[in-house]
Structure formats: C-alpha cells, structure tokens
C-alpha cells in the first residue's frame, strides 16, 4: 500500500498526464496481493531454471498481471524481446503464446545498473535456459545493442517487449524504433514503469513512457498501466 502511494507520488513528480495517473489507479484492486497467484505461476513455469541468484526474480512479480492481461489473447505469433538477461521473461512469453516465435535481442553485457554481474555466466543460463527454443527456431538470438539490430531488421510483429537499457535516453529510441515495427492490433510490453533507480526521476523509463503514450495516443486502443505497461495499438 505505501509502495502504490510512494508510486503515485512520484509520477506527480515527473508531471505525468492525469489520464494515465487514473489508468494505474484502476489497476490497484486487480493487482492487488497477486504475489500468490504470481507464485504459482512461477513454479509451474521455471522449473529447471538455471540462475546465478535465484533472489533475482524481478520478472515474476508481473506473471500474475501479465498472464491476466493476455488470458484471452491468441494472434500473437511473432515476438520480440529487447534484454533477455537469463532468459525468464522469453520462456514466459514462449509459454504463454503457444505457436510463436520469439527474437531475443541483448548485449549481455548490461548497462549502469550491472555493476558487478558475471555476464557470460549469464548469457550461458540464458543458452541452457531456452536451449529448447533455440534448438526448435522458435527463438532467434541477436547479441548486439538494440539500436543496431533495428538498424538492420525488416520484419513487423505481434507483440514486442521492451527491457533493455533502462535510461531515459534508451528507452525513448527503444519505444520509436519497436513501435515502427509493431504491428497494428500488435502489443508493445514495457517494463520498469515504476522503477526509480536513477535519483533524478525523470531518468527513468516513466518519462519517456509517458512521453510516447501522450505523443501516439490516437494510435492506442488500449491502455493498461501498472508496475508494466501494455500498449496496444489502434
Ligand atoms: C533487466 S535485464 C532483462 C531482464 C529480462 N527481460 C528478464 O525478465 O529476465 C536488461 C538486459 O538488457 C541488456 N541490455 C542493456 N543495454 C542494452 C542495449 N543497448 N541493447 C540490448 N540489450 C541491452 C542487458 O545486457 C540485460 O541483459
């Protein structure tokens, strides 16, 4: 409850628009002591998940929002998944969308927040992790920046997943570059919304989060803000 207001507080901060405000307040109660059904859905999921700290789950507090927000959803067939890290939030979104295939972009080699993490042991998790995928071409690996691979891709999807770089910077070029290639009716998955790593505030991803929905918001036809926010466009 103090986290929801200390949220609230500092999107009023960063000046974010009223009508997003009240978006992530109509999610309270849904998201509401969803840890339980989060966690069920995580042991089901990734059970023979390999990881250098099992303590680093960020991606399973969103299993119960984001398996809620996609139950009824089947068109999704092409993925794309900018920071793939160990591989937990590709396996979701394989599992989640059954036929589909899914393109994992990351450096593996972090950015400011990695400060002391072993990247080629993880990069090797993420190999062992989605070995099934990989070996099957239903996950194409990139290892490069995200600018680069957007620089060079040609192809349009269904649903694409942003959690790469999280500096304000980034994650602005980030939202241009996948929207361009989103296809339309497609579902554009941002993570971080309300993370506050950055002591300046609006170096965090929920400035130019807000900065995109205010600027495309004709071409939106659903709106879902939480912890994560899905966008679909129109
Ligand atoms: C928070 S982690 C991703 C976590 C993953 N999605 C999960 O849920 O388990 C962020 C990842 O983005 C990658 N990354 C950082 N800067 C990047 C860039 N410019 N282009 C592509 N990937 C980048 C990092 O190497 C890191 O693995």
Known sequence: MTKFFKNLYRLMLIGTPLFIIFN???NFLP????KKKSKKIENRIYNQFHSINSNEKWFCNNLNFLSTNFKNIQNVKTMLEIGSYEGRSAIFFLKNFSNSNLTCVD???GSDEHTSV???LIEKNFDLNTSFYQSNNLLRKYKMTSNDFFKQNDKYFDLIYVDGDHSSDQVKIDLI???NVLKNGGFLVLDDYMWWYYKDYKKN???PINNFIKKNILNISNLTVW????????
Request: proline share 4%.
């Open 24 to 26: 992530y307040i109509r």
């Open 118 to 120: 072993n990247f080629k």
């Open 205 to 207: 991803p929920s400035t």
């Open 227 to 234: 912890h994560q926010v899905i966008i679909q466009k129109a």
């Open 177 to 179: 570059n996948a929207w």
């Open 107 to 109: 450096t593996w080699s």
């Open 31 to 34: 998201n509401f002591k969803t």
